[in-house]
C-alpha cells in the first residue's frame, strides 16, 4: 500500500528534531517534537527515560546511559535511588552489561523550556560499551534484536521493552524528473525521518510514515540525505497520548531504539 504523508517541515519541529538525533549512542529525552507538552506530572511519578540511538557506524562507541527519576512539574525533578537494574535480549536471554550509577537529588535540565532534557551523562543506570563476563555490551547489539529492561527504584518496579530497528537503506531515484525517496522497512520500524544537508548546512527534517513514498521539496535543494528509523516505542513517544506510556509500565517514560542511515548523495537531475 502507498500511503503519501504530509511533511512536517516547520522550523521549530526541525530543530527539536535535529536535538533528539544528535544525542550520543542512548539518551534521555522527554521533549516532543510535534510541539506538543513535555511529558511532566503534577505530582512526582516515578519515570524510566531510555532510548537507544544508534549512529551510521556499525561500531557504536562509548558507554551508554538511561534515567531512573520522577516526573515532575519543570526543575522539581529527582533521582530514584536504583535497587536493582536487570536488561536482556530476548532471543536467546543473555544479559546485557547494565550497571547502577549513584546519583542522588534533582535532576537539572539542560536548558529552559525543554524539560526534561538531560545530557546522557546524568543518566543513573549505565550500559558499558563493551560486554564482560558473558553480558553484551552496546557494540553487541545488533538491529532486529529485542532488548527487555526492568529496573526496580524506591520499591517500585519499572519495566520496558524495545525492538531496534534494522539499519534504513534509503533509495534515491529519477522519476519524471523528480527526485523520490524509497525506503523498505521492517517489522521493527513504525516511523522514519529524513534529512537534508546542503553542504555543510542542514536542511528541514521531515517525519514520515513508514509506508510512504515522496517527492519532497528539500530533495530538490539537497545534495545528500539521511534516514533515521523509530521503533514503536520511540514513535509513539513523539505523539500524545500514547507518550506518557511508550514502552513503560509500572510509571511514565519511554524504552526504544532509533537507528540512522548513512548519509545518501542524492543523483544529479
Not at 11 to 20: N, P, T
Not at 120 to 144: E, F, I, K, T, Y
Not at 244 to 255: I, K, M, N, Q, Y
Request: proline letters at 7%; aromatic letters at 6%; glycine letters at 8%.
Amino acid at each position: 500500500m502507498l500511503n503519501k504523508c504530509k511533511p512536517r517541515p516547520s522550523a521549530r519541529w526541525a530543530r527539536e528534531c535535529s536535538r533528539l538525533l544528535a544525542v550520543a549512542s542512548l539518551a534521555v529525552i522527554a521533549t516532543a517534537c510535534d510541539g506538543s507538552t513535555p511529558l511532566i506530572s503534577s505530582v512526582p511519578t516515578p519515570a524510566l527515560y531510555f532510548i537507544l540511538q544508534l549512529d551510521a557506524s556499525d561500531a557504536p562507541s562509548g558507554d551508554a546511559y538511561a534515567l531512573a527519576a520522577t516526573a515532575a512539574l519543570p526543575y522539581d525533578a529527582r533521582y530514584l535511588s536504583v535497587q536493582s537494574v536487570e536488561a536482556s535480549r530476548v532471543s536467546d536471554g543473555r544479559r546485557l552489561a547494565f550497571d547502577i550509577v549513584q546519583r542522588s537529588g534533582p535532576v537539572v535540565p539542560r536548558e529552559f523550556g525543554s524539560l526534561p532534557n538531560y545530557s546522557s551523562q546524568d543518566g543513573n543506570l549505565r550500559w558499558r560499551a563493551d560486554g564482560h563476563s558473558g553480558m553484551l555490551g552496546v557494540r553487541d547489539v545488533q538491529p532486529g534484536d529485542s532488548i527487555e529492561l526492568r529496573v526496580v527504584a524506591e520499591g517500585t518496579a519499572l519495566q520496558g521493552a524495545m525492538r531496534v530497528p534494522r539499519r534504513p537503506v534509503p533509495s534515491i531515484r529519477i522519476e519524471n524528473g523528480d527526485r523520490v525517496l524509497r525506503l523498505d522497512g521492517d517489522a521493527g520500524t513504525a516511523l522514519w525521518t529524513a534529512g537534508g544537508r546542503w553542504g555543510s548546512r542542514s536542511l528541514n527534517t521531515l517525519r514520515f510514515n513508514i509506508d510512504s513514498t515522496l517527492t519532497p521539496f528539500e530533495l530538490e535543494r539537497a545534495d545528500s540525505i539521511q534516514v533515521t528509523a523509530f521503533d514503536a516505542n520511540a514513535a509513539a513517544y513523539l505523539v500524545p497520548p500514547f507518550r506518557d506510556h511508550a514502552g513503560v509500565s509500572g510509571g511514565l517514560g519511554v524504552v526504544g531504539a532509533v537507528v540512522s542511515s548513512r548519509a545518501v548523495v542524492l543523483p544529479p537531475k
